[in-house]
């Protein structure tokens, strides 16, 4: 992996902390729909195993 020293460390820690809470927005999303981050995650890998099979991995949209 890649090693980060002094003010590099710093934005990746500052980074994770942002990701937590975009994680605690998409969790309070999901329970609002009756979902939970689990059905998210494995839809969401279905999903791209799709694309990948089908060689549309690459673009844009949802539908590829």
Do not use: P
Request: proline share 0%; aromatic share 4%.
């Amino acid at each position: 992996g890649v090693r980060l020293v002094g003010s590099e460390m710093c934005i990746r820690d500052r980074i994770i902390k942002e990701l937590g809470d975009v994680l605690w927005y998409v969790n309070s999303a999901a329970h609002l729909l009756g979902s939970s981050l689990e059905e998210v995650a494995r839809l969401n890998n279905e999903k791209l195993a799709s694309r990948q099979q089908r060689g549309q991995l690459h673009g844009s949209g949802d539908n590829r």
